[in-house]
C-alpha cells in the first residue's frame, strides 16, 4: 500500500524534525541534572526544557495528523474507485443484458477492452459471477480489502507518536515499526 510509504515518509520527517529539538531539552536536563547551577539558574533551565517539550509535543501532534490524512486520503480514493459510475458505461454493457448466451471467451475480451474502466469491470466480473463463467485468470480487486488495514494503520501511528518519536530511538523504532518500507 502506497498509504504506508507515506506515512512513513511524514513520521520519518516529524522526526527529524523533532532531534534537534529533543536534543535541546536534554543538554538542558543532563545540565539540571548536573548540579553545576544554582537553584534559580535550574528553575530558569527546567522553564525552557518544559517550553520545549510542549514544542516536541505540538509537533508530535500535529505529525500525527498529517499521517492520519494520508490515512484518510487513501481509502477516501479506494471507496471512490469503487462507486459506480454511468458515464463510464459502454457498449458491452448491452452485451451483458442481451440475453446472449456468453462464453469466457466473450467476458475475457469484455475485460481486456474494459482494463481501466472500474464501472465496467465490477458489472463484468458480477455478470460472470451470477452466471458461472470464467474470467481467463482475471482477478478483480475492488481494494476495500486494504481498508481495515488502512485504518489499523492509524493506531500504529498513535503508538510511534505515544512512545518513540521523542525519543534518541525514533528513527531506530520507525524501522521496526515499518519493516521494508525504509530501505
Known amino acids: 500500500m502506497a498509504v504506508m510509504r507515506d506515512v512513513y ?7 527529524a524534525e523533532i532531534a534537534p529539538k529533543l536534543e535541546q531539552a536534554n543538554k538542558l536536563d543532563d545540565e539540571i541534572k548536573s548540579g553545576r547551577f544554582s537553584n534559580d539558574v535550574n528553575k530558569e533551565k527546567l522553564l525552557e526544557m518544559q517550553g520545549i517539550r510542549g514544542e516536541i509535543r505540538r509537533d508530535a501532534e500535529r505529525i500525527e495528523d498529517e499521517a492520519n490524512r494520508h490515512i484518510t486520503a487513501y481509502i477516501e480514493q479506494v471507496q471512490q474507485a469503487n462507486e459506480l459510475r454511468p458515464e463510464e458505461l459502454t457498449d458491452d454493457l448491452k452485451l451483458l443484458s442481451a440475453g446472449v448466451k456468453l462464453a469466457e471467451r466473450d467476458i475475457v475480451a469484455m475485460l481486456k477492452r474494459n482494463k481501466t474502466n472500474r464501472t465496467m469491470q465490477q458489472i463484468i466480473f458480477n455478470y460472470a459471477d451470477e452466471h458461472g463463467i470464467g474470467t481467463g485468470g ?3 480487486d475492488n481494494g476495500l480489502s486494504s481498508i481495515p488495514a488502512a485504518e489499523g494503520l492509524r493506531g500504529t501511528v498513535r503508538m510511534y507518536i505515544d512512545h518513540w518519536i521523542d ?5 531506530e523504532m520507525l524501522n521496526k515499526f515499518f519493516p521494508g518500507v525504509g530501505a
Open 167 to 171: 525519543t534518541d530511538k525514533a528513527v
Open 9 to 15: 515518509e511524514t513520521l520519518k520527517r516529524g522526526a
Open 138 to 140: 482475471f482477478v478483480y
